[in-house]
């Protein structure tokens, strides 16, 4: 399992503030879970080797599917990177070039590398 932090960045790769913590079996699923969050090509990423969420989850009704909750009390590992320095942070694979980007894209958003 791969576990990556990730940073968004703006047009001169400064962080913007944004941050998150991702996780999956392959660097598609890690393109997959960022592209939840906002743009795959505009983020910097650093493996994760400690980290966590924790939060509280409370049910709208009692017939709660689980998408029908209230999070709250959230809280995050003290082992967050600084995403304000640029020790450790990278460029995930996919932004390489403008070919590898758009491969990547079509394979996790319509399962072929093609048009």
């Not at 944004?18 to 699923?29: A, P, Q």
């Not at 709660?64 to 003290?78: A, W, Y």
């Not at 070039?97 to 048009?115: A, Q």
Request: aromatic share 14%; charged share 30%.
């Amino acid at each position: 399992m791969l576990a990556y932090w990730f940073r968004f960045v703006n047009d001169d790769g400064e962080p913007t503030g944004y941050m998150g913590l991702v996780s999956g079996y392959s660097h598609d699923d890690i393109y997959l879970q960022i592209d939840e969050f906002g743009d795959p090509g505009r983020v910097e990423i650093q493996t994760a080797k400690l980290g966590g969420v924790c939060w509280k989850e409370t049910p709208w009704e009692e017939t709660c599917t689980g998408e029908e909750v209230d999070r709250t009390e959230l809280e995050i590992t003290e082992m967050v990177p600084n995403q304000f320095e640029s020790k450790g942070w990278r460029k995930p694979k996919w932004q390489n070039s403008e070919e590898e980007f758009t491969k990547t894209f079509l394979r996790v958003h319509t399962g072929s590398e093609s048009i």
